[in-house]
């Protein structure tokens, strides 16, 4: 393992397991009544050191594991030689654990353990439980310990992983309602210059038109009047290019039945395969709509798809978008189970940064429009929305 991956707690860890192979390697060489255990237990030293310094054993797995084989080799040399040689038994538990799959750490720690209690015999020591239950003790403790932290260890990394989860939440939570706002606010612009400015110049421009044909020829005024005039209309075609400019990006690049249609394909397979099938079709004769009934139209049909989407568990849907004289309908309809209008619900905030049906109203209601909703529990829903056009806006704004 890299010395640079470990925690304190690690690395102080890893520090008493080297201290306590020491310990009992230097225990066994003292004790040793023969020259090769001393031998032996120097042999087993260095290739335990080896694997400390080697950079192929820190950083491979099979390295390590061809390290592990060399060590618990020697130090079957050293039980051979000296009962002492069993102590070192027990840290090589841990390194067994540590170093190894667990279908290969578990049988290695009970050969490790048998060998323990075969060097008893050998050696000549009096059969008793404690020759059995010390070995086996020893690797049942080394067992639960290294498979109780590497339990601790998944689940503090699991933890860490939804907390950065969670923070990676947080801050596209916090961006897409930046997002939400800055449209919003555009929206809110280009309604308010739309219903005011550019309203107001329209009228003042035909106001000087009615003064400029009420004067008489040859009048001193009519200069002033047609300055006024193409003055008016300059800003006018101004004001229109802000509203343009703040209109909703679903709407810079296409007209409003376009927008309806790519928002349907978005909403159903193949785009998204859980939702509905969602069907646009368009009825009458298509015309320029000023921005505002434009931008209420489709934030209408985008919450109404939304919550289809998300609670109306509908296989089918269908968005028709009808122009009829005087007045635009936008009609959206599901099959799914439906609910009841009259029952009272919670109001809360939908993803679209609106508060649902009622939203939905309030924009209709803006531009003096209806709105209404037909539905019952198992027969689906539908909603619908009429909004009448001031004169002249079927040619254009």
Known sequence: MDPRSLTPALRALRLCLHLLMAGLLVLAAVRAQTTAGVVAA??????????????????????????????????????????????????????????????????????????????????????????????????????????????????SERRRRLIEELISTRAELAAAERHAGTLAERERLAREIHDTLAQGLSSIQLLLRAAERALPEGSPAAGHIDAARRAAQDNLAEARRFVRALTPPDLEHGSL???????????????????????????????????????????????????????????????????MGGSVTLDVVDDGKGFDPAAPRSVRPSSDGGFGLPAMRSRAESLGGSFTVESAPGQGTAVAVSLPLPAGTTTGT
């Open 257 to 323: 039945a376009g927008a309806l249609e790519r928002l349907c394909e978005t909403a159903g397979p193949p785009a998204a395969p859980d939702g509905p099938r969602v069907r646009f079709s368009v009825s009458g004769t298509p015309a320029e709509l000023p921005t505002p009934y434009e931008v209420a139209l489709l934030r209408i049909a985008q919450s109404a798809l939304a919550n289809t989407v998300r609670h109306a568990s509908a296989s089918r849907a269908e968005i028709t978008l009808s122009f």
């Open 42 to 155: 120097v042999l087993t030293g260095a290739v335990y050191a080896a694997g400390s310094l080697l950079p192929a054993v820190r950083g491979s797995q099979r390295g390590a594991a061809v390290w592990l084989g060399a060590l618990c080799l020697s130090w079957l040399v050293l039980l051979w030689l000296t009962p002492e040689g069993l102590w070192l038994a027990f840290p090589l538990y841990f390194l067994q654990l540590h170093l190894l799959p667990v279908r290969w750490s578990l049988p290695a720690v009970a050969l490790t353990a048998c060998a323990a209690i075969l060097s008893y015999v050998r050696h000549g020591a009096a059969l008793s439980p404690g020759v059995f239950i010390g070995p086996l003790l020893g690797a049942a403790v080394a067992v639960a310990t290294v498979l109780g932290y590497q339990a601790l260890y998944r689940e």
